[in-house]
């Protein structure tokens, strides 16, 4: 019923720029909130990113913040990833999320839905 595609991943040196999309299928896009979360080999995975069905609310990882941005297009239903300034420690494979409603999901049991995650490698 839903169905969530990442792209956009790959190799990058420290210091440069990715931005990761997730092209969603479902019935009604905007009812949903979107994120992104992160997991590195051996590690939980984590939360990264997320954004309310409007837009109106962000929330980012500390680390994050101020490098990564979270934008939504509901007109395409795809969700974006903009990461700027990457750095090796941001190296892990990125998924995409969704939770119906309006409440954003920033752990792993609270989202409903992910896709299959794009891998993202930061060398030093």
């Known amino acids: 019923q839903v169905r969530l595609v990442e792209s956009g991943g790959g190799l990058v040196q420290a210091g440069g720029s990715l931005r990761l999309s997730c092209a969603a299928s479902m019935r009604t896009f905007s009812s949903y909130t979107m994120g992104w979360f992160r997991q590195a080999p051996g590690k939980e995975r984590e939360f990264v990113a997320a954004m309310s069905w409007n837009g109106a609310n962000t929330y980012y990882l500390d680390s994050a913040k101020g490098r990564f941005t979270i934008s939504r297009d509901n007109a395409e239903n795809t969700v974006y990833l903009q990461m700027n300034s990457l750095k090796p420690e941001d190296t892990a494979v990125y998924y995409c999320?969704?939770?119906?409603?309006?409440?954003?999901?920033?752990?792993?049991?609270?989202?409903?839905?992910w896709g299959q995650g794009t891998q993202v490698t930061v060398s030093s």
């Open positions: 999320a969704a939770r119906e409603g309006y409440v954003v999901c920033r752990r792993y049991e609270e989202c409903d839905y």
